[in-house]
């Protein structure tokens, strides 16, 4: 049990500090999109919006290779489970700011986070 739940939880922290990185990042390229953002009011700047789902697959796709390094003999098994606990987390972050943002970054946000942490996972386990 303990060689499933450390990889889980270290994937996930990876995803984590790497989205926070990444949009300290964005912030700093674009601050009136995250003043907007953190005021409250409408995010709708399509090239910040783009660069946080490319950059949401990136973390999506290293978190799934980190798990399924840890995990190795379950790497199937950790990634999914690491998966889904973004995807719940991502859900409960997405309704919070559902006003905010437009539907065509919603959607893909979400979908893209259990098959991108699959195949990072998936490539590694070829290795």
């Given at each position: ?23 300290f990042g964005l912030g700093s ?26 950059w949401s697959t990136i973390c ?22 690491m998966a889904s606990l973004l ?41």
């Amino acid at each position: 049990m303990f060689r499933l739940i450390v990889p889980v939880l270290l994937g996930y922290g990876v995803w984590t500090a790497l989205w926070l990185l990444g949009n300290f990042g964005l912030g700093s390229l674009y601050p009136e999109a995250q003043e907007a953002f953190e005021s409250g009011k409408e995010l709708a700047e399509p090239l910040y919006l783009a660069g946080a789902l490319a950059w949401s697959t990136i973390c999506s796709f290293v978190a799934g290779r980190v798990t399924a390094r840890m995990a190795s003999k379950s790497a199937k098994l950790a990634v999914l489970l690491m998966a889904s606990l973004l995807l719940v987390t991502g859900i409960m972050v997405q309704v919070s700011v559902w006003e905010q943002m437009p539907l065509w970054y919603h959607i893909p946000f979400l979908l893209l986070l259990i098959p991108i942490c699959a195949l990072g996972g998936r490539r590694q386990e070829s290795n």
